[in-house]
């Protein structure tokens, strides 16, 4: 009798194994499509009031100067990529992950007072005015500033490719950089 108890408790505990096994091997060798997270566009439309950006994903980003806010996600392939945004305080935070090379962020806003890139696919800012500008690039092969106006960028840079910025840009403005970048003035 004790036998048969000891093989039925042991039988039920290798079963309960084998089911947690078999669920924890399917959610890491998942063969399907992976689930995409992404920040609806209608959240989106919301975001406002914030100067600051912080980015850190696979994903190309343009900022603008706007009159009103305005965050937006253009993905090359509707399954593909992850993109969260939100404002925390007076900054707009961007991330993103397992995005294809296309895969694009349109932000405008009335003044951007700094920028935090890492990792970013590339950065194009345009049409700002101003006093000063803080860009903070980490792990940024291409960064591109045209038609700015801003009297003074602070720039720290860190593993990034090259800095382009166009005659219009560099006429109004004194850069201080840091760190290691090209710096390649466009016509």
């Not at 924890?24 to 975001?47: C, D, F, H, I, K």
């Not at 990792?119 to 045209?146: C, H, K, M, N």
């Amino acid at each position: 009798m004790q036998k048969s108890k000891r093989l039925i408790r042991h039988t039920i505990f290798a079963l309960n194994a084998i089911a947690v096994l078999y669920v924890g091997m399917n959610r890491l060798y998942a063969t399907g499509q992976p689930s995409v997270q992404r920040t609806p566009a209608t959240e989106l439309a919301t975001l406002r009031d914030f100067s600051s950006i912080e980015v850190d994903g696979d994903f190309h980003v343009d900022i603008a100067q706007g009159a009103n806010y305005s965050v937006a996600f253009t993905a090359a392939d509707a399954s593909e990529g992850n993109f969260v945004a939100e404002v925390r305080g007076r900054t707009l935070v961007l991330h993103g992950s397992q995005n294809a090379g296309a895969n694009r962020v349109s932000v405008a806003l009335p003044e951007l007072t700094q920028l935090q890139a890492t990792d970013v696919s590339s950065v194009a800012i345009s049409g700002f005015g101003g006093e000063q500008v803080s860009l903070r690039l980490d792990g940024t092969p291409q960064v591109v500033l045209r038609d700015n106006h801003i009297s003074r960028w602070h720039i720290a840079a860190v593993d990034v490719g090259e800095l382009t910025v166009d005659q219009a840009s560099i006429a109004a403005a004194r850069f201080d950089l840091d760190g290691d970048v090209t710096l390649r003035v466009a016509d």
